[in-house]
């Protein structure tokens, strides 16, 4: 009897807590996405956001709308801002306002997509200036609960030393981690899977966005938005990059999906993840 009991014990826990570390994803959207919608209705985009069956987004930005107002209609939406966006300067000079307006928004993370540089020149100069900003403000961040993510845009992996630049940074990021938008890592010239693997303990976010397959590639962080397709039909192995952040207990993946056709494709895009489960 005690052997049975036992037995049932393990299999209930089995059911509850599973056998290995998988753990579950959450898909969200990142806002600027909507962008051109929002400036033609911003009440509208959101409940469209919902209509899609998505309730976690990254964003920040109220688009020209009361910030009071915009999270009233996020709230009305089911809609919960898990992260938000940050320029660079504002890390570097007023970090505890990001901090301020992360936490009014309720947020988690805080996520910066770009280092200013001069032109197509990006350098270990700029690199360690990136870095010590993003120590600097993540550390603020970390004191208040919340975590700094650095999103590359592909100008990172140019060559350094044995490495890349996105190495260097990798290696002295103390206070902030990554998030991986897949379309630009794969656009600057490296796989993102094996970079995901390379740095499992670096990448706490990601974007997942497709590329048109035969799209000329470069590391300067700009591309033709045009090339942004449904996930699963592009270049990129989506597939393979969910299954490995599954693994890494990767919680929140944000679609962005910058292209004129977002509305069409951002559905085929969730259901091509759905079917991924």
Not at 27 to 43: A, C, H, M, T, W
Not at 172 to 185: G, L, N, R
Not at 247 to 271: A, H, N, T, W
Request: net charge negative.
């Amino acid at each position: 009897m005690k052997k049975l009991q036992l037995l049932g014990l393990f299999l209930i826990a089995m059911i509850f807590f599973g056998t290995t570390n998988v753990t579950a994803q959450e898909v969200g959207l990142q806002l600027y996405s909507l962008r051109n919608q929002f400036k033609e209705d911003i009440p509208s985009t959101l409940k469209l956001i919902n209509d899609w069956g998505i309730t976690v987004v990254e964003g920040g930005d109220s688009y020209g709308m009361p910030e009071e107002e915009f999270k009233g209609l996020l709230a009305k939406n089911n809609l919960k801002v898990v992260s938000i966006g940050a320029g660079f300067n504002e890390l570097a000079n007023a970090p505890e306002q990001v901090v301020k307006k992360a936490k009014s928004y309720g947020a988690t993370y805080v996520m910066c997509a770009w280092i200013p540089h001069d032109g197509n020149n990006f350098g270990i100069e700029d690199t360690q200036k990136a870095v010590e900003v993003f120590n600097s403000a993540g550390k603020i961040l970390r004191d208040n609960g919340l975590q700094l993510a650095y999103h590359a845009h592909g100008f990172e992996f140019r060559p350094y030393k044995d490495g890349t630049l996105f190495d260097y940074m990798a290696e002295h990021a103390k206070y902030f981690d990554f998030e991986m938008d897949v379309y630009w890592v794969h656009h600057g010239g490296e796989d993102p899977l094996k970079l995901l693997r390379k740095y499992p303990s670096k990448f706490i976010l990601l974007h997942l966005k497709d590329m048109e397959k035969g799209t000329k590639k470069d590391n300067t962080g700009h591309a033709d938005v045009e090339t942004n397709v449904v996930l699963g039909t592009g270049e990129v192995d989506i597939a393979g990059v969910v299954a490995e952040a599954k693994k890494m207990g990767i919680k929140y993946m944000f679609i962005e999906d910058e292209c004129s056709r977002v509305v069409d494709q951002v559905p085929k895009s969730l259901r091509y993840l759905e079917g991924l489960k």
